[in-house]
C-alpha cells in the first residue's frame, strides 16, 4: 500500500485489558520489540464503549512508560455496535468511481445516517455468482465512537494514525503470517473478556464476519450467580480454579457448562455461514484472544466441529529474542496478542 514504511505500534484497548505490540520489519520478516499489556478495571469499557476514559488513560501511560514509548504513531481498532461491516455486490466500476459514488451505494446498507459515520471500504474482486458485478466490504463506524478511541490515545500522548476493526487486524496476522496454510475456508474467532468476533474467510479473504455476544465475562457472572461471589473473585475462581469457600467440583462443572455454551454460540455461527454460502463448510478454526486460553475449551470446540480447532500465536512466525524476552512466557500469552500484532503490521495511509 501506499503511506511510509513507519512502523506504528499496535494498541488494543479491550474490555479486560490494553494491549500493545511494537514489531521490527526486516528482511527475513517480523521481529518483535515490545509486547505488553495492562488491566483495566472491570467498568472501563463496557460494550466496547469507553466509559471511564481516565483509566484507560492510566494504563495507555502505564504501557508507554514501561516501553519507552513517547508521542508515537499508533494503531487502534475498533468493534462491537457502533460498527457495522457489510459485504456488498456492486456494479463493476474503478476504484475512482467507487469513490465517487460509494456514499449513496452505502446508504442503503448501513443503520445510521451516513454524516454519523466514517465510511471505509475494499474491492474483493469480480462476484462469482455475476460477471457484471464486482464484491465490496464495506466498513461504517459511528464517528463518535472513534472520536472516543482517538481521543484518549491523544490523551495519552500517542498519535493514532490507522484506525482498524479487531477482526481485520486478527485477519492480517493471519494472511501475513499464516497464509500458506492449505485450507481453503478457515474461521478466525477472537474470544475477549467483552464477546467473541468470528470472521470467516475464503481463499484468504473475508466473505462473513458476526459477533457472537458471548466471552470471558459471561463465565464470571455465571459464577457470581451461582456462588455469590464479586466479579473479582469470580475471575480468580475462573483462572485458578479454586476459591476459598466453593466447592471446587462445582466450579469445575459450572465452567465446563459454560464451555459448552460457548462453543455451541461458535457452532451456530458456523452453521449460519453454512446455510448462508451455499454449504461451504469451515475447514479450519484458528482462536485467538484471552478466552482461548480456557482448559478444553479447542478439544470442546474440535468436538462439536469435528474439525481441527488451533490457537493464533501471532508470534509464532516472529524472529523472538531470547535474550529479550522469556520466550514460554510469550507463548503462554501470546493469544491475547492477536489484535494488537495485526495493528502492529499496519502501515501510515493503510486501508483496511
Ligand atoms: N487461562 C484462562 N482461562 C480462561 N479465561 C482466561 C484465561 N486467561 C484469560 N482469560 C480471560 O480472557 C479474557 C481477556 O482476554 P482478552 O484480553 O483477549 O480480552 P479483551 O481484549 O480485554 O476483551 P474484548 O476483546 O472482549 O474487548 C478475560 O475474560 C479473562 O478472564
Ligand atoms: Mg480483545
Same mark, same amino acid.
Given at each position: 500500500?501506499?503511506?511510509?514504511?513507519?512502523?506504528?505500534?499496535g494498541?488494543d484497548i479491550g474490555a479486560s485489558a490494553?494491549k500493545?505490540v511494537?514489531?521490527?520489519?526486516?528482511?527475513?520478516?517480523?521481529?518483535?520489540?515490545?509486547?505488553?499489556?495492562?488491566?483495566?478495571?472491570?467498568?472501563?469499557?463496557?460494550?466496547s464503549?469507553?466509559?471511564?476514559?481516565?483509566?484507560?488513560?492510566?494504563?495507555?501511560?502505564?504501557?508507554?512508560?514501561?516501553?519507552?514509548?513517547?508521542?508515537?504513531?499508533?494503531?487502534?481498532s475498533v468493534s462491537g455496535?457502533?460498527v /457495522?461491516i457489510?459485504?456488498?455486490? +456492486?456494479? *463493476?466500476?474503478?476504484?475512482?468511481? #467507487?469513490?465517487?459514488?460509494?456514499?449513496? @451505494?452505502?446508504?442503503?446498507?448501513?443503520?445510521?445516517?451516513?454524516?454519523?459515520?466514517?465510511?471505509?471500504?475494499?474491492?474483493?474482486?469480480?462476484?462469482?455468482?455475476?460477471?457484471?458485478?464486482?464484491?465490496?466490504?464495506?466498513?461504517?463506524?459511528?464517528?463518535?465512537?472513534?472520536?472516543?478511541?482517538?481521543?484518549?490515545?491523544?490523551?495519552?500522548?500517542?498519535?493514532?494514525?490507522?484506525?482498524d476493526v479487531d477482526c481485520f487486524a486478527i485477519e492480517n496476522v493471519y494472511?501475513?503470517?499464516y497464509?500458506?496454510?492449505?485450507?481453503?475456508?478457515v474461521a478466525l474467532i477472537d474470544i475477549g473478556a467483552g464477546g467473541a468476533q468470528v470472521n470467516i474467510l475464503?481463499?484468504?479473504?473475508s466473505?462473513?464476519t458476526r459477533e457472537v455476544q458471548m466471552g470471558g465475562n459471561?463465565?464470571?457472572?455465571? /459464577?457470581?450467580?451461582?456462588?455469590? +461471589?464479586? *466479579?473479582?473473585?469470580?475471575?480468580? #475462581?475462573?483462572?485458578?480454579?479454586?476459591? @476459598?469457600?466453593?466447592?471446587?467440583?462445582?466450579?469445575?462443572?459450572?465452567?465446563?457448562?459454560?464451555?459448552?455454551?460457548l462453543?455451541?454460540e461458535i457452532?451456530?455461527s458456523?452453521?449460519?455461514?453454512?446455510?448462508?454460502?451455499?454449504?461451504?463448510?469451515?475447514?479450519?478454526l484458528y482462536v485467538s484472544g484471552g478466552v482461548a486460553l480456557t482448559?478444553?475449551l479447542l478439544?470442546?470446540l474440535?468436538?462439536?466441529?469435528?474439525?481441527?480447532v488451533a490457537v493464533l500465536d501471532p508470534?509464532?512466525?516472529?524472529?523472538?529474542?531470547?535474550?529479550?524476552?522469556?520466550?514460554?512466557?510469550?507463548?503462554?500469552v501470546a493469544p491475547f496478542f492477536a489484535v494488537a500484532a495485526g495493528l502492529?503490521?499496519?502501515?501510515?495511509?493503510?486501508?483496511?
Amino acid at each position: 500500500m501506499f503511506g511510509s514504511k513507519k512502523e506504528i505500534i499496535g494498541i488494543d484497548i479491550g474490555a479486560s485489558a490494553v494491549k500493545l505490540v511494537q514489531l521490527k520489519e526486516t528482511k527475513a520478516g517480523y521481529q518483535l520489540k515490545s509486547m505488553d499489556r495492562e488491566p483495566l478495571p472491570p467498568e472501563a469499557v463496557v460494550d466496547s464503549s469507553i466509559m471511564d476514559s481516565t483509566s484507560v488513560v492510566q494504563a495507555i501511560h502505564a504501557l508507554s512508560e514501561r516501553n519507552r514509548i513517547k508521542s508515537a504513531d499508533v494503531a487502534i481498532s475498533v468493534s462491537g455496535h457502533s460498527v /457495522i461491516i457489510r459485504k456488498i455486490s +456492486l456494479p *463493476s466500476m474503478t476504484e475512482d468511481e #467507487l469513490d465517487n459514488s460509494i456514499q449513496w @451505494e452505502a446508504e442503503q446498507y448501513i443503520p445510521f445516517e451516513m454524516s454519523e459515520v466514517f465510511l471505509d471500504y475494499h474491492i474483493i474482486g469480480p462476484d462469482p455468482n455475476d460477471e457484471n458485478l464486482m464484491e465490496v466490504v464495506l466498513v461504517a463506524a459511528k464517528r463518535d465512537f472513534v472520536n472516543e478511541y482517538v481521543g484518549v490515545l491523544k490523551e495519552s500522548g500517542l498519535n493514532p494514525v490507522v484506525v482498524d476493526v479487531d477482526c481485520f487486524a486478527i485477519e492480517n496476522v493471519y494472511s501475513l503470517l499464516y497464509g500458506d496454510d492449505d485450507v481453503d475456508v478457515v474461521a478466525l474467532i477472537d474470544i475477549g473478556a467483552g464477546g467473541a468476533q468470528v470472521n470467516i474467510l475464503k481463499n484468504n479473504v473475508s466473505v462473513f464476519t458476526r459477533e457472537v455476544q458471548m466471552g470471558g465475562n459471561h463465565f464470571n457472572e455465571e /459464577i457470581q450467580k451461582r456462588f455469590g +461471589l464479586s *466479579s473479582e473473585d469470580a475471575e480468580t #475462581l475462573k483462572l485458578q480454579g479454586a476459591f @476459598e469457600g466453593v466447592d471446587a467440583t462445582q466450579a469445575a462443572a459450572l465452567i465446563k457448562q459454560v464451555t459448552d455454551a460457548l462453543c455451541q454460540e461458535i457452532r451456530r455461527s458456523l452453521d449460519f455461514f453454512s446455510s448462508a454460502f451455499a454449504d461451504e463448510q469451515v475447514q479450519k478454526l484458528y482462536v485467538s484472544g484471552g478466552v482461548a486460553l480456557t482448559e478444553n475449551l479447542l478439544k470442546s470446540l474440535e468436538d462439536r466441529l469435528g474439525i481441527p480447532v488451533a490457537v493464533l500465536d501471532p508470534f509464532s512466525h516472529m524472529a523472538v529474542s531470547e535474550s529479550d524476552f522469556d520466550l514460554d512466557y510469550v507463548k503462554s500469552v501470546a493469544p491475547f496478542f492477536a489484535v494488537a500484532a495485526g495493528l502492529a503490521t499496519r502501515k501510515v495511509g493503510d486501508k483496511l
